[in-house]
């Protein structure tokens, strides 16, 4: 049978990124186009009927009932729909996961932003399923294209609503997170340019409200968490400011609102070790086993929580390294220098959570990242709440691009050039084990110099 995409390199095996169905391409539906068609038993009466072709026009797009030609495609199982680039590039899901408030929706949108906005590393990343992503545009466009006096706030995840798709599969109603899906490739500068195809990936995120993470969070009609069990990395965000003796070391060093009364008090060590639970069912993981894909601790809000270093801010040129040929590359062994400067300060004053991270995953890296780089303020509404708005002119992200370059680094070889370092050690030589914390300011241009952690 022909399809659309049977000019095209198709991969063997789909995963459909809202049910995670593994499924071969040529099992694939299309979605209807002619307005008679209306009606799905399993997307539901008001989506357009999901079909399995047996006509093509010469363009190869499928022809529905009543002979209009068909462009869009849907998963077989749970009927919602599959962009394109899934047909020809190779998944890759990263789980985004923390406790409500950590910080995850500022999170992704800067990680996203950051990643498109530059072609750093000769990586183009780009919007692979604007339907999908239309949430996180909104987002960017609200935090980076709005007037730069507006004061703005990404509005609370919720638990349902716009951010998930119910389906029925069978008789039974169930709630899919809703995917965003990003193409990640190899520009025209990266060194394995040849290797385009091999290293290029659609990454697969998903924004969950932090309540999905907290014991209890899903059922079987709603396994929004399903993809935790799936990811090649986990990025779990951990938030120094509802930790209450963060907020004590940090009392006169920060002006953040969220280290005093405005600031949520969740407990997050709970939250990765129950996420730690949930991998281990799915994946069938013994207790005794350790985790072995890349945990990446994520330690949000740095500039709340700077004044305990000396680094009041994470500049790129501390992870990313131009040579003066013009060429870049990840500084790998100076992110994995501050990693253990971050495990340093969190096991002084969080000692739960390094303790859950290192229990679960044999190979975990701590990496800060500021989403918004400034102080949220205060600002009281005309119907007397309090809301914590940013000034969308003084959003200036730290980092927050470089947990998932590292990421990327880790799991698809080839794909992140690396930084050649004046040290002996790089990370491909490095073991997983627990590495031993260089010397601080050894003299060593690929390491940053000035970071330590200060007094507290
Ligand atoms: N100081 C500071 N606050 C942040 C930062 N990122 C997010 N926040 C604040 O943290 C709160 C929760 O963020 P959000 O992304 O909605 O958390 P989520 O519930 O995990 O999605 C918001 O009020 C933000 O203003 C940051 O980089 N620095
Ligand atoms: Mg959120
Ligand atoms: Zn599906």
Redesign the pocket.
């Known amino acids: 049978m022909a399809t659309s995409t049977s000019a095209l390199p198709l991969r063997s095996e789909l995963t459909c990124p809202h049910c995670w169905h593994r499924f071969p391409p040529e099992n694939i539906c299309w979605i209807a186009e002619h307005s008679d068609l209306q009606g799905d038993p399993v997307t539901g009466p008001e989506s357009a009927l999901r079909f399995i072709p047996t006509q093509f026009n010469v363009d190869c797009n499928a022809i529905d009932a009543r002979g209009e030609a068909c462009k869009k495609l849907a998963c077989p199982k749970c009927h919602l729909g599959i962009c394109r680039s899934l047909l020809e590039l190779e998944p890759l899901f990263v789980s985004i996961l ?10 992704i949108t800067s990680m996203i932003h950051q990643l498109e906005s530059t072609l750093q590393l000769g990586i183009s990343v780009g919007d692979a399923d604007p339907d999908a992503n239309e949430k996180l545009t909104s987002y960017k466009e609200l935090l980076f294209r709005s007037d730069t006096d507006s004061w703005v ?2 509005e ?2 919720q638990t349902e609503g716009d951010l998930y798709e119910a389906v029925m599969i069978g008789d039974r109603p169930v709630r899919y997170p809703k995917p965003f899906v990003y193409s990640v490739q190899p520009t025209r500068d990266h060194p394995q340019v040849g290797k385009a195809k091999k290293l290029s990936r659609a990454l697969c995120l998903y ?1 969950n ?2 309540e999905h993470f907290l014991p209890g969070g899903v059922s079987s009609t709603a396994p929004v968490t399903q993809h935790l069990g799936l990811s090649s990395a986990l990025l779990f ?1 951990f ?1 120094p ?1 509802q930790e209450p003796e963060f907020r004590a070391a940090c009392r006169g060093r920060t002006s ?1 609102p ?1 280290m005093g009364e405005y600031g949520k008090k969740f407990q997050q060590d709970l939250v990765l070790s129950d996420a730690a639970r949930r991998i281990r069912d799915q994946t069938k993981l013994s207790e005794t086993q350790m985790y072995d894909k890349p945990l990446i601790v994520v330690v ?5 929580w700077a004044g305990l270093t000396s680094q009041k801010r994470l500049d790129d040129e501390l992870a990313i390294r131009t040579s003066p040929s013009g060429s870049t590359g990840l500084r790998v062994s100076a992110i994995e220098k501050v990693s253990e400067q971050i495990r340093g300060i969190l096991a002084k004053h969080a000692s739960g959570v390094v303790a859950a991270a290192e229990r679960f995953a044999s190979d975990v890296t701590y990496i800060p ?8 303020k205060v600002v009281s509404s005309a119907d007397g709440h309090d809301d ?1 708005l ?1 000034r969308a002119g003084d959003i200036h ?1 730290m980092w927050a691009q470089v947990p998932m370059l590292y990421a990327l680094h880790k799991t698809v070889d080839g794909l992140v050039p690396v930084a050649k370092s004046s040290s002996r050690k790089n990370s491909k030589s490095q073991s997983p084990e627990r590495r031993k914390s260089p010397p601080l300011n050894k003299a060593d241009d690929a390491e940053p110099r000035e970071w330590k952690e200060t007094g507290s």
Do not use: E, H
């Open positions: 923390g406790a409500p408030s950590s910080g995850k929706s500022f999170y706030k990404l609370k995840t924004d409200a932090g965000l938030d400011t953040d969220q949000t809000k740095y500039d709340a990242v500021s989403s918004i780089g400034c102080t949220p914590l940013v992200p």
